[in-house]
């Protein structure tokens, strides 16, 4: 939980997008829709609905790099807004905010004198005789028998 702490002090997500987002081409097609190309392939992005065609922003809620390029595209400073609210880092720091007291050691353990007593389960055998015969795969090749008379 600590370890989660300090990595959420210094925690950015939107950082490791902005390094190649100006390879992709942005066709605006309203005012919150666009088509997203990148090496012969395309998504269309709507802000609005928070949707990608890729579908990784609807899967996952946090925008793909196809909707963040079209953020840029936009100039809207205000990332936020599309990220879901539960991805935020300040509801990343609520969750590990609580403390977890140490666990005390085995004979700091309350002891509880109970008259029950637990007996192991009873293992039912199925019906007939075990099984004796190897079962062999598929694959395997079968050994050919000879008669005992003739020896063909």
């Not at 090496?39 to 709507?46: M, R, Y």
């Not at 007593?117 to 090749?141: F, S």
Request: net charge positive.
């Amino acid at each position: 939980m600590d370890k989660k702490r300090r990595l959420l002090r210094k925690w950015k997500y939107f950082e490791c997008f902005v390094s190649n987002l100006s390879e992709y081409e942005i066709c605006r097609s309203g005012e919150n829709r666009a088509e997203v190309k990148h090496t012969d392939q395309s998504w269309e992005v709507s802000l609005d609905e928070r949707t990608c065609t890729c579908r990784r922003w609807q899967v996952k809620g946090i925008p793909c790099p196809h909707a963040a390029a079209f953020m840029i595209f936009t100039r809207d400073a205000n990332w936020e807004i599309y990220v879901y609210s539960y991805f935020t880092i300040e509801e990343c720091k609520l969750a590990y905010a609580l403390e977890i007291a140490p666990m005390p050691t085995k004979d700091q353990w309350v002891y509880i004198d109970t008259d029950e007593k637990i007996y192991p389960l009873t293992i039912k055998l199925p019906p007939g005789r075990p099984r004796k015969n190897i079962i062999k795969l598929n694959d395997e090749t079968k050994k050919r028998q000879k008669c005992k008379r003739c020896g063909e």
